[in-house]
């Protein structure tokens, strides 16, 4: 802070000079205004998404085109957590309403119903077709 306040005097002993280049400060870098601008980034300080992508949706266990977007079509078992990317309670919430659609008979147990198997992934997991 202390470095900023004398940056900006320097900036207005050049002003009172007569100085034609101006100099623009900025948080850690002194720009001339003849020179090109700097280049726009991405703020690097920004907090991580707190959520993942079920936390607004309600998981039910007779929404099967849901619940499938997390069950492997080939062997019928749920994904884990580290490949659909859920936080803990989504991903309990889900494996659970998988194994109430299998008991109560809304879902194949086996495999993946074939209706489904065109349907856009969810999370980018990447099946050998």
Sequence with gaps: MLALRGLKRIHSVFLQRGNTRSLTVTSHVVQHKDDTKLL???NPYKEPQT???LCNVTV???NTQLLSQFVSPHTGRTYGRHITGLCGRKQKE???AIKKAHSMGFMSV???HPQFMKDPNICGIKHLD
Excluded: A
């Design 40 to 42: 726009e980034m991405e």
């Design 51 to 53: 959520g993942c992508l």
């Design 60 to 62: 039910d266990f007779k």
């Design 94 to 96: 889900v494996s659970k």
């Design 110 to 112: 086996t495999h993946k």
